[in-house]
C-alpha cells in the first residue's frame, strides 16, 4: 500500500496567518491527491482533488499544489472557520490511503 | 441535494457480525462507485472497501479482507457492508462516501454523517 505521511501533526495559529500542511506519498501518485477538512463530530468535506482542483463551494483561500510524492495545502488567510483537522488521501491505487490528519489549533 | 444516510450500527460482541447499510439520494447512484472509510474513536481516516458503480468490482483494505463484504442494491439505491469476525480494532464510525463515475480509485465528494459500531464484550 502507499503510505501517505503529513506534517505537521499539528499546527497552533492565528486568525489571518498563512498556514501550510504538506503530505508525502511513499512512491509517486501522479496529482491523485486529495485534501479533506474534518471537524469534532462531523463527516469529512472534500477540499481539494487533483492535488489543486478546488471543489464547487469551497473557499479560495483553499489551495493545493503538488504532484509525484510531494504535496501542500495552504490556507492564505486563516479563518475562524477553519479551525478544524485535515488530511490528505491518494487515489492513485485502488487501495485508497489517508494521512495521520494535521490538526489546525488556535494560537 | 445529494444525501447518504448510514444506519445499523451498534453494540457486537467480539466475533459477532454486523450489516451496515447506507441509503442514498439526490444522485444516480448506480453511476457511481461507493466506498466505505472508518474512523476509531480519535484516531484517523482508515478505508475500508469499495464498489465498482455496478457491483461486479470489489476492493477491501487488508485489516478487513476476508472478514467484511460490500454490495449494492441499485434498485434501491442502498450500499451495504456486511462485517464478520469483528475483533475490538473494528469498533469505529463507518462512513459512507460517494466516489466517481469512471473509475474506482476517486476523491470522496459526499460523505454520510456516519454510524458507530462498538465492539465490546
Known amino acids: 500500500d502507499i503510505q501517505m505521511t503529513q506534517s505537521p501533526s499539528t499546527l497552533s495559529a492565528s486568525v489571518g496567518d498563512r498556514v501550510t500542511i504538506t503530505c508525502r506519498a511513499s512512491?509517486?501518485?501522479?496529482?491523485?491527491l486529495a485534501w479533506y477538512q474534518q471537524k469534532p463530530g462531523k463527516a469529512p468535506k472534500l477540499l481539494i482533488y487533483k492535488a489543486s482542483s478546488l471543489e464547487s463551494g469551497v473557499p479560495s483561500r483553499f489551495s493545493g499544489s503538488g504532484s509525484g510524492t510531494e504535496f501542500t495545502l495552504t490556507i492564505s488567510s486563516l479563518q475562524p472557520d477553519d479551525f478544524a483537522t485535515y488530511y490528505c488521501q491518494q487515489y492513485n491505487s485502488y487501495s485508497l490511503t489517508f494521512g495521520g490528519g494535521t490538526k489546525v489549533e488556535i494560537k | 441535494e445529494v444525501q447518504l444516510v448510514e444506519s445499523g450500527g451498534g453494540l457486537v460482541q467480539p466475533g459477532g457480525s454486523l450489516r451496515l447499510s447506507c441509503a442514498a439520494s439526490?444522485?444516480?447512484?448506480?453511476?457511481?462507485?461507493m466506498h466505505w472509510v472508518r474512523q476509531a474513536p480519535g484516531k484517523g481516516l482508515e478505508y475500508v472497501s469499495a464498489?465498482?458503480?455496478?457491483?461486479?468490482?470489489?476492493y477491501y483494505a487488508n485489516s478487513v479482507k476476508g472478514r467484511f463484504t460490500i454490495s449494492r442494491d441499485n434498485s434501491k439505491n442502498t450500499l451495504y457492508l456486511q462485517m464478520g469476525s469483528l475483533r475490538a480494532e473494528d469498533m469505529a464510525v463507518y462512513y459512507c462516501a460517494r466516489g466517481d463515475i469512471v473509475v474506482v480509485p476517486a476523491a470522496l465528494d459526499y460523505w454520510g454523517q456516519g454510524t458507530l459500531v462498538t465492539v465490546s464484550s
Open positions: 512512491q509517486s501518485i501522479s496529482s491523485w
Open positions: 464498489i465498482s458503480s455496478n457491483g461486479g468490482s470489489t
Open positions: 439526490g444522485f444516480t447512484f448506480s453511476s457511481y462507485a
